[in-house]
T-cell receptor, first 109, second 116 residues
Framework: GQNIDQPTEMTATEGAIVQINCTYQ??????LFWYQQHAGEAPTFLSY??LDGLEEKGRFSSFLSRSKGYSYLLLKELQMKDSASYLC??????????WGAGTKLIIKP | GAVVSQHPSWVICKSGTSVKIECRSL??????MFWYRQFPKQSLMLMATSNEGSKATYEQGVEKDKFLINHASLTLSTLTVTSAHPEDSSFYIC????????????FGPGTRLTVL
């Protein structure tokens, strides 16, 4: 079966750095997405990785290792507005998004 | 970036009535649209995938006679929740994918449905 695992909840301090991990087992792989979702809102796109390595975009970076079935989202200089759920999703061989359950990130002052 | 709209953004209806939700791609042609449902504190659950001009493909456990999907044009898909019940109350989100880039889906803002 297809499976995506990420921690349910994480807590971090404003100004700090946090890494959210995601491991996956899917039928085929056409890329991995990270989305941010604030409560009551639709997901917004953060990053897309299809090749191994680190993609940096401002305060957010995303890493992928296809051989390990592993990705992480790194958030630097945390701000209170970063409190949200972070969803990991894999595009499988049918170009269908398989979603993780999301990681709720709580930022404390 | 590409914009997807949904209407209405929230709706309250009585049990037994039907509710129609519209999903529009505003600045691109969406060859494929996806309908998701999200219950509180849970992740997105794909309900169905629809390609313009053809019947939707429903995920296992989703009743196609209850959740009617119409993808009549390249910019519009509708989801009709028929004979709604309180357990259908949820956050419904559509997303759209253009024919050009298979890798990216653009999400609508979502519709919060409350069935009394």
């Amino acid at each position: 079966g297809q499976n995506i695992d990420q921690p349910t909840e994480m807590t971090a301090t404003e100004g700090a750095i946090v890494q959210i991990n995601c491991t996956y087992q899917t039928s085929g792989f056409n890329g991995l997405f990270w989305y941010q979702q604030h409560a009551g809102e639709a997901p917004t796109f953060l990053s897309y990785n299809v090749l191994d390595g680190l993609e940096e975009k401002g305060r957010f970076s995303s890493f992928l290792s296809r051989s390990k079935g592993y990705s992480y989202l790194l958030l630097k200089e945390l701000q209170m507005k970063d409190s949200a759920s972070y969803l990991c999703a894999v595009l499988d061989s049918n170009y269908q998004l398989i979603w993780g359950a999301g990681t709720k990130l709580i930022i404390k002052p | 970036g590409a914009v997807v709209s949904q209407h209405p953004s929230w709706v309250i209806c009585k049990s037994g009535t039907s509710v129609k939700i519209e999903c529009r791609s505003l600045d691109f042609q969406a060859t494929t649209m996806f309908w998701y449902r999200q219950f509180p504190k849970q992740s997105l659950m794909l309900m169905a995938t629809s390609n313009e001009g053809s019947k939707a493909t429903y995920e296992q456990g989703v009743e196609k006679d209850k959740f009617l999907i119409n993808h009549a044009s390249l910019t519009l898909s509708t989801l009709t929740v028929t004979s709604a019940h309180p357990e259908d109350s949820s956050f419904y989100i559509c997303s759209a994918r253009s024919g050009k880039d298979y890798n990216e889906q653009f999400f609508g803002p979502g519709t919060r449905l409350t069935v009394l």
